[in-house]
Structures are given as structure tokens and as C-alpha cells.
């Protein structure tokens, strides 16, 4: 169910609805949009008796959602969603390109910033690196955990990038999201529905990686966990489907981001590196993904993938990584999206303080 406000509702009469909401026993989410607010309505297993809902001051109509998931439907919100990131010029979705590099891993300070001073020179806004790591033997390299973490951390300091980085499970989510600007929720995890609740719970942004055999609903469905819980700031990704094609690492499904772009309004990147699994083969597909209208994309660099503790095979080279940027700029206009160059942080406030 969704509560449809007139375009002149007044917050008062928006609030109002919310407590009604919740006087029945159900979850309100306020959803702003560029010409109205519409509220939608979890918790309810079937119909929502409408409760007088829809002769309540500025409800223009109450409908019923059909679709399996609510909260990240266009019948809730038609206009993109656009994730900004307070006190940096960065943004995920709308007509920005957002470009998230760097290592599969961070292995040492050393790697870590040797990485990330190169894809900060080809004017990235966001830095990824896994602290924690799915790795399919208990016996490879399963991260630096917290000591990662803090890597990370320096990079931002030291160059304004934005982190994107890996909650493998409910034991470590939180310490993730205290550090990082965006929690990755990998592949492996799109359907583990405690963790992705517990990720609605934090109001860190969330990037949520389509499953290997996940169906466009089971990715929906899954971002629908996070919102459900009341975080709205979701971004999607395909990384590639599990396929009988064997001349790639995954098969990179591009047709689902106009799909995802025709059913809801959430942000989808498209990550060339775990898609195909082979450096030749990042940059084609990386051009493609742009092509196709993704609002980012993911790519692993390494200063030296060769040596890279994990997934070198499909890790490009710095001067590769540049070459992508300026590929993909070109291509950005020709669909009508632009690329950012770098990032811009405000200067601290000091406001507050003594
Ligand atoms: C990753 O981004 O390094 C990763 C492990 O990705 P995925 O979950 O898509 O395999
Ligand atoms: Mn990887």
C-alpha cells in the first residue's frame, strides 16, 4: 500500500499520515519526490485496512502496490535516486558517472596507497578494498580486517576518497560501517537476509551485488531488505551470472540495468572486473557497461595486480585504469552522463567545537 500526497502537503500533514501508519501497526516510509511525497507502507503481510488513511488532510489517493517489493519501485519514487556523500562534490546515480577502483584487497599500507594515489590521479571519487573477504578456500588470504579498515580510513583522509568496502557477516557490519562510506554487500551475501537487514539498520550507503543465480527480483528483493529497515541509500551491481560459458570468469549480464532502471529507482553499477574475471577483457566490457546506461562502475586496480594476493587475473594495471577513464568519459557523453574529475572535500568544520 502507498500513500500518495498532494504536491502542496505540508510536512504536518506528511507526518500525520506517518503516525497513522503506525497507530495501525505498520512501518511508514516517507519517500520525497521532485513533485510529491508518497508514503509507503511494510509490515503488513496482506492488505492494509486502509484505516481512514485516505481522507486524511493532503493524501491525494491511497493505492495498492502488486509488485513483490515496494520501497524500490518507481510506484513509490519516480525520480532517480541520487546518494550524496555530505561535505564531497561525490554522488552515486542520476546523471553522474561514479567510478569506484582499487584492489580486490588491501594487503599492506604500502599496496593500499600505492593504488589508490594512482586511481585518485585518474579523478576517481571512490576507493574499494576489502578489509574482509569471501574467499571460496578457508585457507586463501581472508583480509587485513580492522588493520584494512584503518588503511582505508587514511586513504580518505589523505586523499578525499570515498570507501567502499565488504561486511562479510553480522559479527563485523558494524566496525565496517563505522569506517567505510558505502557497506559492499558481495555476491555471496545478496541473500542473506539478517545481514542485509542489519545493513538497513545502519545509515551508511548500501551496495548491494547481485547473487551469481539471482534473479532481477532477488536483487530487488534484496535492496527491498535494506530499505525495508528504513535505509533508503541503496546501490545496486552486476557482477555476472553463473553461465555455461566458460571463456569468462561470470557471464556480465548488461541487459539487467536498463531493467533494473525501468522498475526502480535505485542507482546500478556495473562491476567488468568479477564479470569477466580476465583483464583483456575489463576495459570492452567496462566501455559496455557505460554504454548500456549504468550509473558507475566498479573495476579492481592494483599498482602491480601480477602480485596481487587476490583476483590479479582480472586486477588492470594503473595505465590501463587510465586509459578506461578516458574511454568511458567519451562514451558517458554520447549517453548523456558526465564523469567528475576527482573529488572535492569542504574543509572540516569547526563549528561546535570550543
Ligand atoms: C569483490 O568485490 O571483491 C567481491 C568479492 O565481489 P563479489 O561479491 O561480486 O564476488
Ligand atoms: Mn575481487
Do not use: W
Not at 585504469?321 to 548523456?336: D, G, K, R, S
Request: aromatic share 4%; charged share 20%; net charge neutral.
Amino acid at each position: 500500500m502507498l500513500v500518495v500526497m498532494k504536491p502542496q502537503a505540508t510536512p504536518e500533514e506528511i507526518q500525520a499520515v506517518c503516525d497513522r501508519i503506525k497507530a495501525l501497526g505498520f512501518r511508514a516510509h516517507p519517500m520525497p519526490g521532485a513533485e510529491r511525497t508518497a508514503v509507503g507502507i511494510t509490515g503488513n503481510s496482506g492488505a492494509v485496512e486502509q484505516g481512514g488513511l485516505g481522507d486524511l488532510p493532503g493524501v491525494a489517493e491511497v493505492i495498492r502496490v502488486t509488485k513483490p517489493y515496494k520501497l524500490v519501485s518507481r510506484d513509490v519514487k519516480q525520480e532517480d535516486t541520487i546518494i550524496t556523500f555530505p561535505g564531497t562534490n561525490a554522488s552515486i546515480g542520476g546523471r553522474n558517472l561514479a567510478v569506484i577502483a582499487g584492489p580486490c584487497s588491501i594487503e599492506s599500507r604500502d599496496q593500499a596507497f600505492a593504488t589508490a594515489e594512482q586511481v585518485a590521479r585518474a579523478g576517481v571519487q571512490f576507493f574499494r578494498g576489502g578489509a574482509y573477504k569471501p574467499r571460496t578456500s578457508p585457507y586463501a588470504f581472508q583480509g587485513m580486517g580492522e588493520d584494512g579498515l584503518k588503511i582505508m580510513a587514511e586513504i580518505r583522509d589523505t586523499f578525499g576518497l570515498r570507501i567502499v568496502t565488504e561486511a562479510l557477516d553480522n559479527e563485523s557490519l558494524d566496525l565496517v560501517a563505522e569506517y567505510a562510506d558505502v557497506i559492499q554487500i558481495g555476491a555471496r551475501n545478496m541473500q542473506n537476509f539478517s545481514l542485509l537487514k542489519r545493513a538497513g539498520r545502519t545509515r551508511k550507503p548500501v551496495l548491494v551485488k547481485r547473487g551469481m543465480s539471482a534473479t532481477l527480483d532477488e536483487l530487488l528483493m534484496a535492496a527491498e531488505y535494506v530499505m525495508s529497515e528504513g535505509n533508503y541509500q541503496v546501490i545496486l551491481c552486476e557482477r555476472g551470472v553463473r553461465t555455461f560459458a566458460d571463456h569468462t570468469r561470470n557471464t556480465l549480464d548488461l541487459s539487467i540495468v536498463p531493467a533494473v532502471q525501468r522498475a526502480s529507482h535505485l542507482p546500478i553499477i556495473v562491476d567488468p572486473s568479477h564479470g569477466t574475471g580476465k583483464r583483456n577483457m575489463v576495459l570492452p566490457l567496462a566501455r559496455a557497461g557505460v554504454a548500456v546506461g549504468a550509473n558507475g562502475l566498479m573495476v579492481e586496480v592494483h599498482h602491480d595486480p601480477d602480485k596481487a594476493i587476490s583476483d590479479g587475473a582480472q586486477t588492470i594495471f594503473p595505465e590501463q585504469f587510465n586509459e578506461l577513464m578516458q574511454e568511458v568519459t567519451q562514451i558517458a557523453a554520447a549517453v548523456h552522463r558526465s564523469v567528475p574529475r576527482g573529488i572535492t572535500v569542504a574543509e572540516p568544520t569547526t563549528a561546535g567545537r570550543g
